[in-house]
């Protein structure tokens, strides 16, 4: 069964900004910590944010200081702000979240992020 779905993903010029949501199921939301990964042609899945059910974040290195992850887990969403987007950020960005490893963990399908000229 799917878990998490996520949205917001499109064609973008390098610098512009999108933001992404990922949704879930209210018990995801009050116990998981939750994480943003990106896959890109050829290369490996790479970390690029996560927060945990408190609020704590951490960001991958090539995305501080421009992406800013947060979560609401009332409306039980994440989001992903990217902002001044390279042509390196192109890749499908998935939703994960997990509170046990993979005994209690889930991954959203992807949406693709795609910055041109």
């Known amino acids: 069964q799917v878990q998490l779905v996520e949205s917001g993903g499109g064609l973008v010029q390098p610098g512009g900004s999108l933001r992404l949501s990922c949704t879930g199921s209210?018990?995801?939301?009050?116990?998981?910590?939750m994480h943003w990964y990106r896959q890109a042609p050829g290369k490996q899945r790479e970390f690029v944010a996560g927060i945990t059910s408190g609020g704590t974040t951490n960001y991958a290195d090539s995305v501080k200081g421009r992406f800013t992850i947060q979560r609401d887990n009332v409306k039980t969403m994440m989001w992903l702000q990217m902002n001044d987007l390279k042509s390196e950020d192109t890749a499908v960005y998935l939703c994960?979240?997990?509170?046990?490893?993979?005994?209690?963990?889930?991954w959203g399908q992807g949406t693709q992020v795609t910055v041109s000229s």
């Open positions: 994960h979240a997990e509170f046990d490893g993979p005994r209690d963990e889930y």
């Open positions: 209210p018990r995801i939301f009050r116990q998981h910590e």
